[in-house]
């Protein structure tokens, strides 16, 4: 069974960090794209962070220096920090995996945690 577990939301005061995690199951770590989206209501999904099955990783433009996605293998275990937040870094956060390569696109990717919610109070 394919599991993707996170964990660490909360709430955080703005110029505060957050650091999240996410449990990933055996069958997809280390041969899946690891991602964090984050999705408020009526927006659309939006990514936050990517890292590939070799550590390269990528980030979306609205976090650019501020987040850092890091992997720990032997612990199947993906990881968000972020700092310096804002009060639009609210959202539930979502763990991911996907095969179809390196992307930020949420389509891309078929298997999801449940999220959670991080709100940012200024």
């Known amino acids: 069974q394919v599991q993707l577990v996170e964990s660490g939301g909360g709430l955080v005061q703005a110029g505060g960090s957050l650091s999240l995690s996410c449990a990933v199951s055996?069958?997809?770590?280390?041969?899946?794209?690891l991602a964090w989206f984050r999705q408020v209501p009526g927006k659309e999904r939006e990514c936050v962070a990517v890292?590939?099955?070799?550590?390269?990783?990528d980030y979306g433009d609205s976090v650019e220096g501020r987040a850092t996605i890091s992997k720990d293998n032997a612990k199947n275990t993906v990881f968000l920090r972020m700092t310096s937040l804002k009060p639009e870094d609210t959202a539930v956060y979502y763990c991911?995996?996907?095969?179809?390569?390196?992307?930020?696109?949420?389509?891309?990717?078929?298997?999801w945690g449940q999220g959670t919610q991080v709100t940012v109070s200024s």
């Open positions: 055996d069958r997809i770590f280390a041969y899946y794209v």
């Open positions: 991911a995996a996907g095969g179809l390569g390196f992307s930020k696109t949420p389509e891309d990717y078929g298997y």
């Open positions: 890292i590939s099955q070799s550590g390269t990783t």
